[in-house]
């Protein structure tokens, strides 16, 4: 069983086409978040829900707007795709605790985004 | 946000013990010391994570002086499937994870 799970793995599309990343967590985690792995490996936290919401909000164009229809999902929805766009997405998730220990994070297998 | 520094790359043959240093001068005192390990075209995965002194798992040791500005992973006995590249991160709490830009360790034969 994977415990978070993305679709789909790859993706291409054309510029300004608008598309979604799906992502599911079956490990009763409350938190979810977004990261984009660019080029050189940099790994950026964007978003990050926890309940169905929103803590989260990293300096993130608005064509990107993450949709939590509960906690076990979290999509990524890309409006105007821009060839800066291409990058892998990673979905992870994870509890939520308070100050003190990180809980560990589990992520997805990624989503390689080409925009051409 | 404390930050930290580790090496960008290493090398090891199979069989060898690993240490990957990661330097984090301005860390503070709620935060722990977490490492990661990303395999290509995977996404990163939990290795480790320590407050002080050294933790052990089936994996990795960790560990970190008494002032903690630094940590050390330790990969004991590495095989060619430990090539992946680590990451060190400060964890304050919350569910923020920094990641820097990792050391890439290449294990040969």
């Known amino acids: 069983d994977t415990a978070v799970s993305q679709t789909p793995k790859y993706l291409v599309t054309q510029m300004g086409n608008d598309k979604s990343i799906k992502c599911e967590q079956n490990?009763?985690?409350?938190?979810m978040y977004w990261y984009k792995q660019d080029s050189k490996k940099f790994l950026k936290i964007m978003f990050s829900y926890n309940n169905k919401e929103l803590i989260i909000n990293e300096t993130v164009p608005n064509r990107f707007s993450p949709k939590s229809p509960d906690k076990a999902h979290l999509n990524l929805h890309i409006n105007s795709l821009e060839l800066g766009d291409s990058a892998v997405y990673f979905c992870?998730?994870?509890?939520?605790?308070?100050?003190?220990?990180?809980?560990?994070?589990?992520f997805g297998q990624g989503t390689r985004l080409t925009v051409v | 946000l404390a930050k930290t520094t580790q090496p960008i790359s290493m090398d090891s043959y199979e069989g060898q013990e690993v240490n990957i240093t990661c330097s984090h001068n301005n860390i503070a005192t709620n935060d722990y010391i977490t490492w990661y390990q990303q395999f290509p075209s995977q996404g990163p995965r939990f290795i480790i994570q320590g407050y002080k002194t050294k933790v052990t798992n089936e994996v990795a040791s960790l560990f970190i002086p008494a002032d903690r500005k630094s940590s050390t992973l330790s990969l004991p006995r590495v095989s060619l499937s430990d090539t992946a590249v680590y990451y060190c991160?400060?964890?304050?709490?919350?569910?923020?994870?920094?990641f820097g830009t990792g050391t890439q360790l290449k294990v040969e034969l």
């Open positions: 991160l400060v964890t304050g709490g919350g569910n923020k994870l920094t």
């Open positions: 992870a998730s994870s509890r939520l605790i308070g100050t003190g220990m990180n809980t560990e994070a589990f």
């Open positions: 490990l009763g985690h409350d938190t």
